[in-house]
Nanobody, 122 residues
Framework: QLQLVESGGGMVQPGGSLRLSCAAS??????IGWFRQAPGKEREGVSC????????NYADSVQGRFTISRDNAKNTVYLQMNSLKPEDTTTYYC?????????????????WGQGTQVTVSS
């Protein structure tokens, strides 16, 4: 089990940007995903990246606006979020999976962070 720590959340105006970070010792061996969960809704996969960084996928709702990347030397995965919309407002979680499945679904992930709040509002 990894101890994942998210950071970088906050409040931003529509159209603005934020960069989330997910850090953990040993993270570089794992597939990492970013998920979000609005109140009363299921947790959804936002973006996932393989341990090498060669494979990524994105939810349709964020394709072209969000970019996932990783710096394995720093044991950190990033989620660059641009052109933010009010509907992006929620808590974002990073999670780790022991292998790349090709699917960014919560069931494949075994370690979870505590979450970081993102609020997009004017």
């Amino acid at each position: 089990q990894l101890q994942l720590v998210e950071s970088g959340g906050g409040m931003v105006q529509p159209g603005g940007s934020l960069r989330l970070s997910c850090a953990a010792s040993g993270l570089n061996y794992y597939t990492i995903g970013w998920f979000r969960q609005a109140p009363g809704k299921e947790r959804e996969g936002v973006s996932c990246i393989s341990s090498s960084g060669d494979e990524t996928n994105y939810a349709d709702s964020v394709q072209g606006r969000f970019t996932i990347s990783r710096d394995n030397a720093k044991n950190t995965v990033y989620l660059q979020m641009n052109s933010l919309k009010p509907e992006d407002t929620t808590t974002y979680y990073c999670a780790a999976a022991p292998y790349w499945s090709g699917y960014c679904r919560p069931g494949f992930f075994t370690s979870w962070g505590q979450g970081t709040q993102v609020t997009v509002s004017s």
